[in-house]
């Protein structure tokens, strides 16, 4: 079997030797031989995604183009199994193999985002090509690979001694590779409120950044590491809280959506600075905290990197170290009495608006 070409789209069909095929016994009795017309094109389901499919179809010149999933029955008419192998963001490799047994591959190669648009290009002119018999088969007699193409009509000859099917000429189906872990560096800004006594402090309490990084598993798991800076000033006192929280969980992605959940701890220092003249740290705040972030994901066309918008809602409860529970508060003492200025610590409510990307580990894709 002569080895693959190495084309371009412009050039997929220059490569191609012009010498005319011969003639191969039809695997599929259903298709009429002297059919010239390639009527629809089986794409590969295991390697072949939406978008891929409607760059085909774009380009299929009025031919069917349906899914290898969705096929039931051999089609009545000539058609043509089409899968990729994808070897590098830049390239891949083209599989072709018509019903009556002739099967021919390319090799494409495009930058990563044109991609697909390159492979349906080069797909098209192969077809045209062999309905003019203008390209050679790297093989013949080889068995479209259908499940519904299988079945033979009985003979009245002996079944020959079974002997062990030789994978050369045959297109591989690949399995869609996926990377162990993904990386997603984000940035988020959030508002906190305070939550039950003291009342006369619930509401508002601090406003801030967070930027954190998330390691994902290829099976869901997760595990995040944050550092949130929130302040809040009033009557010339400004609170300064620095929080760095560790957390697991689980992501759970449905195509574009997905939806991580958080539990972890914290360790918060906070510092006061009253009216420039002096400036108060306190034992750090420590606590737990528990968090769902609902986002939408633009994915690449290879799907190993994405673009995340979405929100964050935490609850935390926290306590000053090495105190009892409780909430700090700041309180400011005049000639009419006591005015509660701030506070920090205790159970809190938290709502921010994050973006981030994700980017895979190693080979293999993240999209779902």
């Known amino acids: 079997m002569p080895g693959w070409t190495s084309c371009s789209l412009a050039a997929a069909l220059a490569c191609s030797a012009p010498a005319p095929a011969s003639a191969a016994p039809s695997t599929n009795p259903a298709v009429p031989e002297s059919a010239s017309t390639i009527g629809v094109v089986v794409v590969d389901a295991t390697s072949v995604d939406t978008a891929l499919r409607d760059e085909i179809a774009l380009r299929s010149a009025g031919r069917e183009v349906v899914t290898s999933d969705e096929v039931t029955s051999v089609p009545a008419v000539r058609f043509a199994w089409a899968g990729v192998e994808w070897i590098a963001d830049d390239e891949a490799r083209l599989r072709l193999v018509v019903s009556d047994g002739r099967a021919y591959s390319r090799s494409v190669t495009a930058p990563a985002a044109q991609l697909p648009r390159a492979v349906a290009g080069v797909l098209a002119n192969m077809l045209a090509a062999i309905e003019q018999d203008a390209i050679v088969p790297e093989d013949t007699g080889v068995a479209v690979p259908l499940p519904a193409a299988a079945p033979r009509p009985p003979t009245t000859t002996p079944a020959p001694t079974p002997v062990a099917a030789s ?150 409860a926290s306590m000053e170290a090495r105190a009892r529970p409780g909430v700090l508060r700041w309180l400011d003492a005049t000639s009419d009495g006591v005015t509660p200025l701030l506070r920090a610590g205790g159970l809190e409510l938290s709502a921010g608006l994050g973006v981030g990307g994700w980017f895979a580990l190693g080979r293999g894709r993240l999209r779902p």
């Open 167 to 316: 994978p050369v000429g045959t297109p591989a189906i690949r399995e869609v590779r996926r990377a162990s872990w993904g990386l997603g560096p984000h940035v988020t800004g959030v508002a906190m409120f305070g939550l039950g006594p003291p009342t006369d402090l619930d509401g508002f309490s601090a406003a801030g950044a967070a930027i954190g990084v998330d390691a994902v598993h290829r099976r869901g798991g997760l595990a995040t590491i944050a550092v949130r800076v929130a302040t809040h000033a009033r009557d010339g006192v400004r609170l300064v809280r620095t929080r760095v929280a560790v957390a697991g969980g689980w992501a759970w992605r449905r195509r574009s959506f997905e939806l991580l959940s958080r539990v972890g701890v914290s360790v918060e220092p906070t510092i006061v600075r009253d009216r420039g003249r002096s400036t108060v740290t306190t034992a750090p705040l420590v606590g737990v905290l528990a968090s769902l972030a609902p986002a939408f994901v633009w994915w690449s066309a290879r799907g190993t990197s994405g673009l995340r918008i979405g929100l964050d809602l935490e609850i935390a």
